[in-house]
């Protein structure tokens, strides 16, 4: 008798078919979008803008044929943009898999990690450079030095060291790597120093970025956007809860307190705002007061640990000349290793500070409970039930 059983079809994978159209009901107009420009970096035709301004912070079309809400590439089966998202449809299990070949677990509020740890430069000036325990900039320049990278795209300040305006800047060096440590609290589209990178022939790039950004690059490869995601080999994201409109310097900080923000050295968050200023003072701001400069992008972002880099870093908990790093993936770990190994950084438990990780866990899991109920419901996997 012939066995007559076969195999049931394998059923074929939907075709990416999504666009600007939808891109722009989904994401840019429903409150989703972050303002990370990974959109706007992708797109082959260069038909979406983006303005570093307050207020703004947000891609917009620049070609009106069809309207701002839609795309003449688009209906002629451009998908770029769509694919580059890192808040389109299911874009966290997708950079999961790709990441980790695996989604999230509802126990896991702060994404997939392998280690934490605390870790500070060794370097005396570039411990005193950066954030608290300067490990981004101690990151950048060991990756320089050893040909791991070959830029980095950062944030600088306008202006060189004046100002607090925050914008986007290709790092080469570490002279260029120390000119953009430390922390802003307003936004920069760091993505937006692409094209200045591919310009000066760099192929090896390191993205440090907050959370949305640093969701762009999985997210890109996993949907096979094609070249323009190849040049990010390294993502190194930072700890965000929020970020800042630029106005909020002179319509708070300068209005109420006499803050310039050109004398403005340092700032950090430790429960307040913290502020120190050229001539040695030293002024605190309650957060509470600093609420209506949150920027508009951040208001519905479910990511405080930068859960798709490959280091997050953040300086939060009681040990303020340490950074609190997570370890999610293979390279990662790889790089973190080779620095203790070269003696470039020292290293302590995660365990050292447990206020630290129960702090980072706790914020992960507020910032997943702003994730609308109607958006995709994986990225809400976790959430406590509310009682009542």
Not at 15 to 36: D, H, M, N, P
Not at 332 to 346: F, P, S
Request: proline share 3%; hydrophobic share 35%.
């Amino acid at each position: 008798m012939t066995d007559t059983m076969t195999e049931p079809p394998v059923a074929k994978k939907e075709r990416w078919s999504y666009q600007w159209k939808e891109l722009f009901s989904e994401v840019i107009t429903s409150g989703l979008c972050t303002g990370c420009a990974g959109c706007v970096i992708s797109c082959p035709h260069d038909v979406i803008g983006y303005k570093h301004e307050p207020g703004a912070y947000k891609p917009f079309h620049l070609e009106e044929e069809l309207g701002l809400d839609n795309c003449v590439h688009g209906e002629k089966g451009c998908t770029s943009c769509t694919r580059a998202c890192p808040r389109f449809r299911t874009w966290e299990d997708e950079a999961d898999e790709h990441l980790h070949g695996r989604t999230r677990q509802s126990g896991e509020m702060a994404g997939i990690f392998k280690d934490i740890l605390l870790v500070r430069a060794k370097d005396d000036h570039v411990y005193e450079a950066g954030q608290d325990g300067g490990l981004v900039s101690a990151i950048l320049i060991w990756c320089l030095d050893n040909n791991v990278i070959d830029g980095a795209l950062v944030s600088m300040l306008e202006g060189g060291t004046s100002g607090w305006k925050a914008k986007p800047g290709v790092a080469t060096n570490r002279d260029e790597v120390l000119a953009g440590a430390g922390s802003r609290y307003t936004y920069s589209a760091n993505t937006m120093a692409y094209d200045e990178a591919v310009e000066k022939g760099l192929s090896n790039l390191a993205l440090v970025g907050m959370s949305c950004q640093t969701s762009i690059a999985p997210v890109m490869w996993n949907r096979k956007i094609g070249k323009v995601s190849k040049p990010i080999k390294l993502n190194i994201g930072l700890l965000c809860s929020k970020s800042f409109d630029d106005s909020m310097f002179d319509e708070l900080f300068l209005l109420k307190y006499g803050l310039a923000k050109d004398d403005i050295v340092k700032m950090n968050i430790k429960g307040v705002f913290q502020v120190w200023m050229r001539n040695g003072d030293y002024h605190e701001i309650n957060l509470k007061e600093c609420h209506a400069w949150t920027r508009e992008g951040c208001t519905h972002c479910p990511d405080f640990a930068a859960e798709h880099a490959d280091i997050s870093t953040g300086g939060i908990g009681n040990e303020t000349d340490w950074t609190l790093t997570i370890v999610r993936t293979d390279l990662g770990r790889a790089v973190i290793e080779a620095m203790i190994n070269d003696g470039v950084i020292e290293t302590r438990p995660g365990d050292d500070d447990p206020g630290a990780v129960a702090l980072m866990h706790r914020l992960a899991e507020k910032s997943r409970a702003r994730w609308p109920e109607w958006a995709n419901g994986s990225v809400r996997v976790g959430i406590s039930e509310k009682k009542g």
